[in-house]
């Protein structure tokens, strides 16, 4: 199994930027989808960004397309989401997850973490 960790999430100005990391135990992500989701209350969990595997191909929801990025770091096993020019829009909980077959849709991951609260205020 894979444990996966949020951390990072906290309450920035509108504008600025916030990198929320994720930690992972048990195996290697190298072989896994990796993606990012989000939830604000009361709304469905949406598709924020996925990285198909270490250095390849990079997929991001429109709404984030250009100021958000995802990266992996191989050595440490965590993959990364910096968020750049912030809006309240963004306003969420983030979850990492990771699947064998990830695609924009939540069902298609396998493993998820506990999420970190991102708060923009205007």
């Known amino acids: 199994q894979v444990q996966l960790v949020e951390s990072g999430g906290s309450l920035v100005q509108a504008g600025g930027s916030l990198r929320v990391s994720c930690a992972a135990s048990?195996?290697?992500?190298?072989?896994?989808?990796m993606g990012w989701f989000r939830q604000a209350p009361g709304k469905e969990r949406e598709f924020v960004a996925r990285s198909i595997r270490s250095g390849g191909y990079n997929d991001y929801a429109d709404s984030v397309k250009g100021r958000f990025t995802i990266s992996r770091d191989t050595a440490k096993n965590t993959v990364e989401l910096q968020m750049n020019s912030l809006e309240p829009v963004d306003t969420a909980v983030y979850y990492c997850?990771?699947?064998?077959?990830?695609?924009?849709?939540?069902?298609?991951?396998?493993?998820w973490g506990q999420g970190t609260q991102v708060t923009v205020s205007s």
């Open positions: 997850a990771a699947g064998a077959v990830g695609s924009r849709i939540p069902q298609t991951y396998d493993y």
């Open positions: 048990g195996r290697t992500l190298s072989n896994y989808v």
